[in-house]
């Protein structure tokens, strides 16, 4: 069968309090619709039809070729939500899966245990449930005396007795598309204006078919966002599913309750992180890394063997056993090479730094391309900016950059030249050559291994 996703995204989530869109809050680095439109597309292995309302024009940017968005204007409801897609899904599916952008936690296997139960079912609808003391609002599943769903009753419309029921209408709804298109047509407006999809196992029952209601094996799943108070409690129940399946891939978390990963982060065996470490983006750990404490690598790709304390690193390379900090600062287009070591209080940005180079703490690099081998001496500072434009600073191999060297780029160092403490160099040097003072000025040549 052909399985097409309605993708519900149309409400102001007022309750957020909010300028913003509900949906696109960020959960865990991602806005809440982005999980929602990943599990529809595993399951159905299409795009879905994403209905926006309220912000409709950032909720269509967020999803840009993700989804295809429809607008709901007025908005009169689930119902009439979900009429909006006719046009467009008419004829292209079998089945029709509705689920929400504020459900984050929602797995694509139980959206396919929902899927496949429906394929199996003769009936029009398959419903998600949810088994849970705390109703969170949601209305309450109706059952009669053999276990046939009957009805959804809202909470505000429920009477004392079908208030203490335990199964809960969680709105995931899978369909048969020949009953699904007419019987939207036929769903009563509410006292308040608008159209419920609930209304539709009440229309399916009085035609006598059947409705199957399956209770998701993991109510967490089932959490919608409807606070901000729901945003955290979803990020703490995805962090620390996170940080479990590492752990049992090989990682080791010191303190997996100050660790924070990202869904999109990847991680190599026999990796440690300490506490108080922030992993996010895209970021990619090799294997036997040490990580913290008090680190945060965003969209890092870092080797094996590396360590990284109490320092911050975005968008940076580290190739194989790498040292950097504690304290350091590595900015987007810094690559270290093969065993480089960053001490305490430095700062790279989009530069190269070749193998074995040795970086003193309290310097900054930035747009420059170093050898192998260099030595960088304390409060080395390449000067790259001239008010107009950054300049180059090109280093060669086995340099020797005394401590409080100032490189006023551009310039450029030949192989195995060395610069005096405090020099201010402000031309070219040739190799095998020491300069020094302000500005600097050769004072001989180097001999072979000096």
């Given at each position: 069968?052909?399985?097409s996703?309605?993708?519900?995204?149309?409400?102001?989530?007022?309750?957020?309090?909010s300028?913003?869109?509900?949906?696109?809050h960020?959960?865990?680095g991602?806005?809440?619709?982005?999980?929602?439109?990943q599990?529809?597309r595993h399951?159905?292995?299409?795009?879905?039809?994403?209905i926006?309302?309220?912000g409709?024009?950032?909720?269509?940017?967020?999803?840009?070729?993700a989804?295809?968005?429809?607008?709901?204007e007025p908005q009169?409801?689930?119902g009439?939500?979900?009429?909006?897609?006719?046009?467009?899904?008419s004829g292209?599916a079998?089945?029709?899966l509705?689920?929400?952008a504020d459900?984050?936690?929602?797995s694509?296997?139980?959206?396919q245990?929902?899927?496949?139960?429906q394929?199996q079912h003769?009936?029009?609808?398959t419903?998600l449930?949810?088994?849970?003391?705390d109703p969170r609002?949601?209305?309450?599943?109706?059952?009669?005396?053999?276990?046939?769903?009957?009805?959804?009753?809202?909470e505000?419309q429920a009477?004392i007795e079908?208030?203490?029921?335990?199964?809960?209408?969680s709105?995931?709804y899978?369909?048969?598309?020949?009953?699904l298109w007419?019987a939207?047509?036929?769903i009563?407006l509410s006292?308040?204006?608008e159209y419920?999809?609930?209304?539709?196992?009440?229309?399916?029952?009085?035609e006598g078919?059947s409705?199957?209601a399956?209770?998701?094996?993991d109510p967490?799943?089932?959490?919608?966002?409807?606070?901000?108070q729901?945003?955290?409690?979803?990020?703490?129940?995805?962090?620390?599913?996170i940080?479990?399946?590492?752990m049992?891939?090989?990682?080791?978390?010191?303190?997996p309750?100050?660790t924070?990963?990202?869904?999109?982060?990847?991680?190599?065996q026999?990796t440690?992180?300490?506490?108080?470490?922030?992993?996010?983006?895209?970021?990619v750990i090799?294997?036997n890394?040490?990580?913290g404490?008090?680190s945060i690598?965003?969209?890092?790709?870092v080797g094996?063997?590396?360590?990284?304390i109490?320092?911050?690193l975005?968008?940076?390379?580290?190739e194989?056993?790498?040292?950097v900090?504690?304290?350091?600062h590595?900015?987007?287009?810094?690559?270290?090479?093969?065993d480089?070591h960053?001490?305490?209080?430095?700062?790279?940005?989009?530069?190269?730094?070749g193998?074995?180079t040795?970086?003193?703490?309290?310097s900054?690099?930035?747009?420059?391309t170093i050898?192998e081998?260099v030595?960088?001496?304390a409060?080395?500072i390449?000067?790259?900016?001239?008010?107009?434009?950054k300049?180059?600073t090109?280093?060669?191999?086995?340099v020797?950059?005394g401590?409080d060297?100032m490189?006023?780029?551009?310039?450029?160092?030949?192989?195995?030249?060395?610069?005096?403490a405090?020099?201010?160099?402000?031309?070219?040097?040739q190799?095998?050559?020491?300069?020094?003072?302000?500005?600097?000025?050769?004072?001989?040549?180097l001999k072979k291994?000096e």
């Amino acid at each position: 069968m052909k399985i097409s996703a309605i993708i519900l995204a149309a409400g102001q989530g007022t309750r957020m309090r909010s300028s913003q869109p509900k949906v696109l809050h960020p959960l865990m680095g991602k806005p809440l619709i982005e999980y929602a439109l990943q599990a529809a597309r595993h399951v159905t292995g299409q795009q879905p039809v994403v209905i926006v309302g309220h912000g409709a024009d950032q909720v269509r940017q967020a999803v840009g070729e993700a989804g295809t968005c429809l607008l709901q204007e007025p908005q009169l409801g689930t119902g009439h939500a979900v009429m909006q897609a006719e046009a467009a899904l008419s004829g292209q599916a079998d089945l029709v899966l509705v689920t929400y952008a504020d459900m984050p936690l929602l797995s694509t296997g139980t959206l396919q245990r929902l899927i496949d139960l429906q394929q199996q079912h003769n009936g029009p609808i398959t419903m998600l449930t949810l088994l849970a003391d705390d109703p969170r609002g949601f209305g309450r599943v109706v059952r009669d005396a053999s276990g046939r769903v009957q009805a959804i009753v809202e909470e505000a419309q429920a009477t004392i007795e079908q208030l203490t029921i335990r199964e809960l209408n969680s709105g995931v709804y899978c369909f048969r598309v020949e009953w699904l298109w007419p019987a939207l047509a036929r769903i009563p407006l509410s006292p308040k204006g608008e159209y419920y999809l609930t209304d539709l196992v009440g229309i399916a029952v009085a035609e006598g078919l059947s409705v199957q209601a399956v209770p998701a094996s993991d109510p967490a799943e089932l959490i919608g966002i409807n606070t901000r108070q729901h945003l955290a409690e979803a990020g703490d129940l995805l962090r620390r599913h996170i940080n479990r399946a590492w752990m049992l891939a090989g990682v080791t978390l010191i303190d997996p309750a100050t660790t924070y990963i990202e869904p999109e982060v990847l991680i190599g065996q026999d990796t440690v992180i300490w506490p108080n470490t922030t992993l996010r983006g895209r970021t990619v750990i090799g294997e036997n890394c040490t990580l913290g404490p008090n680190s945060i690598l965003v969209d890092a790709q870092v080797g094996s063997q590396c360590t990284v304390i109490a320092s911050m690193l975005e968008k940076a390379v580290l190739e194989d056993r790498v040292d950097v900090g504690p304290f350091a600062h590595l900015r987007k287009g810094a690559h270290l090479a093969n065993d480089v070591h960053m001490g305490n209080f430095g700062e790279v940005k989009n530069s190269y730094l070749g193998p074995g180079t040795k970086m003193g703490h309290f310097s900054y690099i930035g747009d420059a391309t170093i050898g192998e081998e260099v030595n960088i001496g304390a409060g080395t500072i390449t000067c790259n900016f001239d008010g107009e434009r950054k300049n180059p600073t090109n280093i060669g191999d086995h340099v020797f950059i005394g401590s409080d060297t100032m490189l006023v780029a551009p310039v450029t160092l030949g192989d195995r030249a060395r610069t005096g403490a405090g020099a201010v160099v402000t031309k070219n040097v040739q190799p095998d050559t020491l300069v020094v003072g302000v500005p600097a000025r050769a004072i001989r040549r180097l001999k072979k291994n000096e």
